[in-house]
């Protein structure tokens, strides 16, 4: 063999052993391009998996949502029958109650005229009673005895009582009737004109008064004057057996309303039975204690009451009460 013929084998056989290493390496990074391409198909699959599960989750989702729009449409349905059957039913609720008010006034105009008719009645016979009763006293008593005079004081005296109460059922009657006719009340002058209409006897306890200056108010001015005249009445009446008895007249403003009060320190009274204090021929002490038809107050509470306003009262036995009402400023 000449010696460029091994030369170039030499050659040859040197590329052939970069080639193969060439080879080899390449070799090798196809196979770690084959791992990294199979860990990628790994993660592609492993991904869709994935993708799978949560197309399973979001179609239960889907189906559970579709579930409870219906569940909701179901009960916006019901919500909107039991509504309108509400509705239905206050309708008709009110409805009744309309007529139910109407029978109620219906059948308070006949009470009052009823009691209007009865008292306006009675009181012809009564007053005739009373009358023939006191010839009987002044012109016969010498033909009956003790007793016989006796049970005609008492026929005087309980027709004379029978007689106020007709009135005061009469003037509780009429209140029904009346027409409120609202003017200006200077209440100052309209007190001060009762004070000095009140007679009192020598032997009577006469009250010490004292009168705020009483701001005006709007109302039926000789409805309110019956107010304060009963009212009056009352502290005199109830603190007739102190010492030295005194009624303080006053009054104040709240919100849109003016409170007026009459106060005395007289007998008082149990606040456990305050719902009876404003009822007709209620009472609260007995007749041989303070005398009285149980009328006075009902007839406060109804002229209020129709001039809007509200009466009440706070009262300690022994102590003094104080009655309170209120008119529109």
Not at 93 to 103: F, G, P
Not at 136 to 146: R, S
Not at 148 to 165: D, F, P, T, W
Request: with cysteine; aromatic share 8%; hydrophobic share 40%.
């Amino acid at each position: 063999m000449k010696k460029n013929d091994s030369d170039e084998l030499i050659i040859a056989h040197r590329e052939i052993i970069l080639q193969n290493k060439e080879i080899e390496k390449r070799a090798e990074e196809l196979i770690i391009a084959n791992k990294k391409l199979l860990f990628q198909n790994e993660e592609k699959e492993n991904r869709a998996a994935e993708l799978v599960i949560a197309n399973k989750e979001l179609a239960f989702q889907n189906k559970e949502k579709e579930k409870r729009a219906e569940e909701l449409s179901i009960a916006n349905r019901e919500l909107k029958n039991a509504q309108d059957d509400i509705r239905k039913l206050n309708d008709e609720l009110e409805q009744k109650v309309i007529e139910r008010t109407a029978q109620l006034e219906s059948v308070n105009k006949e009470l009052e005229s009823f009691s209007y008719s009865v008292s306006h009645d009675l009181r012809a016979p009564i007053r005739a009673i009373n009358g023939y009763t006191k010839i009987l006293k002044e012109d016969y008593a010498e033909t009956f005895d003790a007793d016989g005079v006796k049970i005609l004081q008492a026929i005087i005296n309980n027709s004379k009582k029978m007689g106020e109460l007709i009135d005061d059922l009469l003037a509780f009657s009429k209140l029904g009737r009346k027409q409120v006719t609202e003017s200006d009340i200077q209440m100052s002058d309209l007190v001060n004109t009762i004070r000095e209409e009140l007679i009192f006897d020598d032997h009577e306890n006469i009250p010490e008064f004292e009168v705020d200056v009483l701001p005006g108010a709007k109302g039926d001015k000789s409805l309110i004057k019956q107010v304060w005249i009963n009212l009056i009445s009352n502290a005199i009446k109830y603190s007739r057996n102190k010492a030295q008895a005194k009624i303080e007249i006053g009054a104040y403003t709240k919100d849109n309303l003016i409170v007026y009060f009459v106060k005395d320190n007289g007998a008082g009274f149990d606040m456990q039975y305050y719902d009876k204090l404003f009822g007709v021929f209620q009472r609260l002490h007995s007749q041989e204690e303070f005398e009285g038809t149980g009328i006075g107050l009902a007839i406060v509470q109804k002229i209020v009451q129709r001039h809007n306003g509200t009466v009440w009262a706070e009262s300690k036995v022994d102590e003094g009460s104080c009655f309170y009402f209120s008119l529109l400023a």
